[in-house]
């Protein structure tokens, strides 16, 4: 019966069997917590009856997520928001700076890669910021901007900026000569060149660019978060952990993969709409 | 000449030879080209003939010289002049149809949409490219169709001069065959001027009025000119019956095959390089005929 499925089928048969025996051995190996009233005096003196730090079943975080994702947007003070509008502070904050970060990087990207000088010019400046780390920048950010909301959108957009112009540059340098030449026999204006003919031929590299970015804006906002504090899906997880509340932490790791995993599919799918072949 | 239709002057380009000098490819070359004539240039590889095409079509700046087309200089490319290049050069991301439309638009650029499309089509047809065929992209295209929508590309823009760089140099036998009749069909039709780059031999005498012998490079000349005394319409059957053809074909094999290379280099110091011209008729007895050599079945 299983040899006439689809590959595919076959594919997600096996992916749901991994996931329930991965979860069955997590939740064997956790030894069960005893109750509080079933501690000795002893072990509630000593406090090893605190409810202990230890790493909690998958069928308790399935709880913590319906729980959490049946009321996804309660706002009940700071330090109590839903999930929900937690990764909505964070999806704010990472399309805030990696938009900026387009506005200007593809843009310059077209700039660098139609005129050699501006690359050798630009290049040193590139090589040099390109491999600091996001959060290397955050208190200068900090001191320079007074806010922590802009500086952690700062953050971002400093991280996403660098894939997205070296792609753009690179793949304007790389547009075929031929294709240029027939947009210069066609008299087209340099504007028109560049949206009719550079723009499309060199989408799919500026693409694979902006899926880049995206998906280190999404790991970048996580650290930036717990650092600036406040709000975000980083700072939840953060403050989860000085709660001791380790089944919501784990939620949020697994919310935090969920979201990433959107927004990289949603860059694929432009990714497959602006491919072509020669 | 100097008020030919398109008129080339003391032709001149020369690279860098990657050692600190210079190298010429050709120098000094001119010769004019007449309204509505079909010109193809022979020669061996390397000798200079998509340099030269470049030049006409205003991609590349020649190091000197100049090049005028009804009386005006040539300088960068122009929508007067359309060009096929060697490799279909289609924009892989647009069908067929919006690949000549892309054309069409930057040609007449006050047309409204339908319009557009319909001279679109047409061109198309007639280079036997109809249906859905049209609607797809290059990619999904055989190399032939490709090249059809590359001449409909360049024809649908009514060019007054069109440039052909081997534009069926990839091409089987075959396909070359009916493309090669569509080609003249579409030419017949208008009274475009078209300067084409070919490595066939037969090719050539199919379409040419004129023929242009390059020598060898470095320092190719445009060494002559040769008539193609056989009267219109051609079919590829029947030119080979006509007495001349076998007499412009040896004519043609046995410069390739031995005068390039011997001419080759004799740079003539400075002043125009005319080709020489010549006319080869058996049929004319008045004129006297090239002494026909015997060099025959070598393939072109
Ligand atoms: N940009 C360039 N820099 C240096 N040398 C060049 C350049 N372009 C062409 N050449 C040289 O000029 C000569 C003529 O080249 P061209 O492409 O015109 O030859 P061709 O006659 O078209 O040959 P083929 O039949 O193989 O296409 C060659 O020797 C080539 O190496
Ligand atoms: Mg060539």
Request: aromatic fraction near 8%; hydrophobic fraction near 45%.
């Amino acid at each position: 019966m299983i040899g006439t499925l689809s590959e595919n089928k076959k594919a997600a048969l096996l992916s749901v069997l991994i996931l329930l025996v991965g979860c069955f051995i997590w939740e064997m190996s956790i030894p069960a917590q005893k109750a509080v009233e079933e501690l000795t005096e002893y072990e509630r003196l000593t406090g090893g009856g605190q409810p202990k730090a230890g790493v909690p079943p998958p069928s308790q975080v399935l709880g913590k997520a319906w729980e959490q994702l049946s009321d996804p947007f309660y706002d009940a003070g700071p330090n109590d928001k839903g999930i929900g509008i937690q990764i909505g502070y964070s999806i704010y904050r990472v399309l805030t700076g990696y938009l900026l970060a387009a506005v200007i990087a593809i843009p310059l990207g077209f700039l660098i890669g139609m005129s050699s000088v501006a690359y050798k010019a630009l290049n040193p400046f590139i090589q040099v910021l390109r491999p600091i780390s996001p959060l290397a920048w955050m208190p200068l950010a900090l001191f320079v901007i007074q806010d922590s909301e802009m500086s952690a959108i700062f953050v971002i957009f400093i991280c996403s900026i660098w894939p997205m112009l070296i792609n753009t540059a690179f793949g304007v340098a790389g547009v075929r000569e031929d294709w240029v030449n027939v947009a210069r026999t066609h008299e087209l204006g340099a504007l028109k060149t560049a949206f009719t003919v550079i723009l499309p031929a060199a989408a799919p590299t500026i693409v694979t660019g902006m899926r880049i970015s995206i998906g280190i804006a999404w790991l970048v906002i996580v650290a930036a978060e717990m650092l600036v504090g406040g709000t975000g899906i980083g700072y939840y997880v953060w403050n989860e952990w000085n709660n001791l509340d380790l089944t919501s932490v784990i939620f949020s790791i697994l919310m935090i993969g969920v979201v990433g995993m959107l927004l990289d599919s949603m860059f694929g799918l432009l990714q497959r709409t602006v491919a072509y072949t020669e | 000449m100097a008020n030919a239709f398109l008129s080339i002057e003391q032709l001149t380009q020369r690279y860098p030879d990657g050692n600190g000098g210079e190298f010429t490819v050709f120098e000094n070359a001119s010769f004019g080209i007449e309204k509505g004539e079909f010109v193809c240039i022979l020669g061996h590889s390397g000798c200079g003939k998509s340099t030269i095409m470049n030049i006409l079509a205003g991609l590349a700046e020649p190091t000197s010289g100049v090049v005028k087309m009804d009386g005006q200089h040539v300088s960068g490319p122009s929508l007067d002049r359309g060009v096929v290049f060697q490799n279909y050069s289609l924009l892989p991301w647009l069908t067929a149809l919006k690949n000549v439309t892309f054309g069409v638009q930057a040609r007449f650029p006050d047309w409204d949409k339908a319009k557009v499309i319909e001279h679109s089509t047409t061109f198309l047809a007639k280079v036997g490219l109809t249906g859905d065929a049209i609607h797809r992209k290059p990619s999904q295209l055989s190399g032939g169709m490709r090249q059809r929508v590359s001449i409909a590309r360049a024809f649908a823009n009514e060019p007054k001069l069109l440039l052909l760089d081997e534009p069926f140099g990839a091409l089987d036998a075959l396909t070359r065959g009916t493309i090669q009749d569509e080609l003249i069909k579409v030419w017949s039709d208008t009274d475009q001027t078209v300067f084409m780059i070919t490595h066939d031999i037969d090719e050539a005498i199919l379409l040419a009025d004129r023929i242009l012998l390059m020598t060898n490079g470095p320092n190719a000349q445009v060494a002559e000119s040769v008539e193609i005394t056989i009267p219109r319409p051609r079919n590829r059957t029947d030119i080979v019956e006509h007495p001349n053809y076998y007499a412009i074909r040896n004519h043609l094999v046995h410069f390739l095959g031995q005068r390039s290379a011997e001419l080759s280099g004799q740079s003539g110091g400075s002043g125009m390089h005319q080709p020489k011209t010549v006319r080869i008729d058996v049929t004319d007895e008045a004129d006297d005929p090239e002494p026909a050599p015997v060099l025959r079945a070598v393939e072109g």
